[in-house]
């Protein structure tokens, strides 16, 4: 069984920065794609940035020059170096691992960024 653990949201003002760490852990024979996505109140889940198991990576347009994801491999963890945030950036936010035959989900951590 695959199980993520986030951390690292919080309480930030608009211009700060959080960084948000997920680790993977359990029986992983191969890691693939693994991703941030969020849900706002009243709005879908929505990708914010993904990473493969190589370096490549992809953005939503509204974090794009804001947001870095990035990960290393040796401890299965994924990181989402998040700066100048905005209010509209306030959501939960989830981790994402791509199994062989099945995603896996985090429980989420709470960004707030207040004016």
């Known amino acids: 069984q695959v199980q993520l653990v986030e951390s690292g949201g919080g309480l930030v003002q608009t211009g700060g920065s959080l960084r948000l760490s997920c680790t993977a852990s359990?029986?992983?024979?191969?890691?693939?794609?693994m991703g941030w996505y969020r849900q706002a109140p009243g709005n879908q889940r929505e990708l914010v940035a993904a990473?493969?198991?190589?370096?490549?990576?992809n953005y939503a347009d509204s974090v794009k020059g804001r947001f870095t994801i990035s990960r290393d491999n040796g401890k299965n963890t994924v990181y989402l170096q998040m700066n100048s945030l905005k209010p509209e950036d306030t959501a939960v936010y989830y981790c994402?691992?791509?199994?062989?035959?099945?995603?896996?989900w985090g429980q989420g951590t709470q960004v707030t960024v207040s004016s």
């Open positions: 994402n691992l791509v199994g062989a035959l099945r995603s896996y």
């Open positions: 359990g029986s992983i024979f191969r890691l693939n794609a």
């Open positions: 990473i493969t198991s190589g370096i490549s990576t």
